[in-house]
């Protein structure tokens, strides 16, 4: 009998999320699948984002429900109904002990013990929802950490540094639908393809550059930047391009993939800063180290630090590692 041989890789073999997720498990013997579900259920969450999206503006879903969220930022309708979209497909995984959603004043945790796993999800269900009614990249940016005991969950599973994190990622909304994720091994993008449902690889073994070309960071504030931060701008200015979206996302990716720097530091109008730890700094911060970049507060690295309460914020610069150096060496002077 003659058997034709099959070439795998070749471009006809299409590697999904869900089975490089999987394929991930062989890589850690100790491997359950809680977090192979657990990530199952993020994907999905975001298949649903991504279609709500792109249907918000015949729908009615833009504009304000008049409502406030714990922030005290206005809340957008499609903010409300991601969070929603992003809550129940994590606690019918079974696979979360502990929620701690940008929307939310409050940390939830699974009553039912029968329905409880040991992980701990922060998220933010629609980052840069500012821009949603202009039709600008938007996205959903999230963290995974183990629950200590999750019999017994307390804040103390909270309040804990970024070096603890075991998986983070992002998913962006905008011309394509793209997830972009680590579990610790490197950092990889996969591409929705709308046709089949699914997400495809597209983008692997992500490694930011060295040294990029680009800089990010709003100069509408730069008033209120403190000594260091202005020195840095001022020098970076004179070598660099300027680009900056204003959505999270969007500019993380841009600088995961083109390298350079991405900043958005305390300043004198908000001296801790404006993005919140848990969910924004934090993930961002695991991914881009992942891909062989830096970041940091500027005197502290960012997955160093301790944050005091669940909605807490930080300033933050990241990305390509020789670039963060050079800020951080303004602090120094």
């Not at 890789?9 to 590697?15: A, K, P």
């Not at 502290?300 to 990305?319: K, M």
């Not at 590692?321 to 002077?333: F, G, H, P, R």
């Amino acid at each position: 009998m003659v058997f034709d041989e099959i070439q795998s890789g070749t471009g006809e073999d299409l590697l999904t999320l869900t089975r490089w997720v999987l394929a991930q498990q062989q890589y850690a013997p100790e491997a359950t699948g809680d977090l192979t579900i657990l990530l199952t259920a993020i994907q999905f969450g975001c298949k649903f984002v991504a279609s709500k999206v792109k249907q918000a503006g015949l729908i009615n879903l833009l504009g304000l429900t008049g409502a406030a969220n714990v922030q005290g930022e206005d809340v957008k309708k499609l903010d409300v109904l991601a969070n929603d979209i992003f809550r129940n497909a994590l606690i019918a995984s079974g696979k979360a002990c502990i929620l701690v959603s940008e929307e939310d004043e409050n940390a939830m945790v699974i009553k039912n013990p029968e329905q409880r796993g040991k992980y701990i999800v922060t998220f933010d269900p629609l980052d840069g929802s500012s821009n949603i009614d202009c039709g600008v990249s938007i996205g959903t940016i999230f963290g995974i950490f183990k629950v200590n005991d999750s019999d017994n969950p307390t804040m103390d599973d909270l309040i804990r540094s970024g070096r603890e994190m075991i998986a983070s990622g992002y998913c962006m909304y905008g011309s394509y639908c793209e997830m972009i994720l680590s579990v610790g091994n490197g950092v990889n993008g996969f591409t929705l393809d709308p046709a089949i449902g699914e997400f495809i690889m597209t983008h692997p073994n992500i490694t930011i550059p060295p040294r990029g070309k680009i800089y990010s960071v709003n100069e509408g504030n730069y008033k209120y930047f403190d000594e260091p931060c202005k020195k840095y701008v001022d020098q970076v200015k004179q070598k660099y391009s300027a680009r900056y979206v204003g959505s999270m996302v969007s500019d993380i990716h841009r600088t995961l993939l083109y390298g350079g720097i991405f900043g958005y530091p305390a300043d004198s109008k908000s001296k801790r800063g404006k993005l919140r730890i848990l969910y924004e700094v934090f993930p961002m911060a695991y991914l881009v180290e992942q891909a062989g970049g830096k970041a940091t507060t500027g005197t502290q690295n960012a997955l160093d630090i301790i944050p005091e309460h669940i909605h807490d914020r930080s300033g933050i610069w990241l990305g390509s590692k020789e670039d963060v150096e050079e800020l951080e060496a303004c602090y120094k002077q």
